[in-house]
């Protein structure tokens, strides 16, 4: 006679019973035998460990920067975005253009020697890409011409109409310090650096 014990605890004579006859009846299956009298334990299958837990690594958001324009570059939450005026790098400043109405009152925009062209292109010189009513490509375009110390607007392609002090842009025309320009639902300030009467010369 062999004495074993179920894995509900009830030690039973496995040469008469193959299964334990104490456990309960509405079971149906009664537990078989995990250990005999002896000590000597019966092989239960342990089962495999879960699989690892895998951290995905976190998305890095990065901001491609072009050197030769004036963009805005939103950082990676939308919660809390961080405006960055970059522009023109490689060349000397010769004046600005500074949100006073709009969505984005107080952003400034570098100008440069030679064309600079408006819209909402990332491309643009000058990139409003907040205001939805001006157009993607040359709105306006701006001039500063070196040899007299000049500036100069002109009308791009836009739809929709600009305008200089309240005055409809139709062709080009000078661009003079203080000047106040309208692009869509935006107005702009326009400050010279260089010219006649300026404290600085475009000498470089």
Excluded at 58 to 78: L, W
């Amino acid at each position: 006679m062999t004495w074993v014990t179920c894995m509900n605890g009830h030690s039973f004579d496995d040469e008469k019973n193959t299964i334990c006859p104490y456990c309960p009846l509405t079971s149906k299956k009664a537990a078989p035998p995990t250990e005999r009298a002896s000590g000597d334990k019966v092989d239960i299958p342990t089962p495999p460990p879960p699989p690892p837990f895998e951290i995905s690594p976190p998305i890095i958001s990065q901001n491609v920067v072009n050197e030769n324009k004036t963009v805005r570059i939103r950082g990676a939450s939308q919660n809390a975005s961080q405006e960055q005026s970059i522009s023109h790098m490689n060349d000397p400043v010769v004046g600005w253009l500074i949100v006073v109405e709009g969505e984005m009152v107080g952003q400034d925009y570098r100008l440069v020697s030679g064309w600079n062209s408006v819209g909402r292109d990332g491309d643009m010189s000058v990139s409003l890409d907040f205001d939805p009513a001006i157009s993607r490509r040359d709105h306006v375009k701006i001039l500063f011409e070196p040899k007299k110390q000049q500036y100069h607007i002109s009308p791009g392609e836009a739809r929709n109409p600009s305008y200089v002090n309240n005055e409809v842009l139709l062709q080009p025309m000078i661009f003079n310090d203080r000047d106040i320009i309208e692009l869509g639902g935006t107005k702009l300030k326009f400050i010279a650096l260089c010219g006649a009467g300026l404290a600085v010369s475009h000498n470089w």
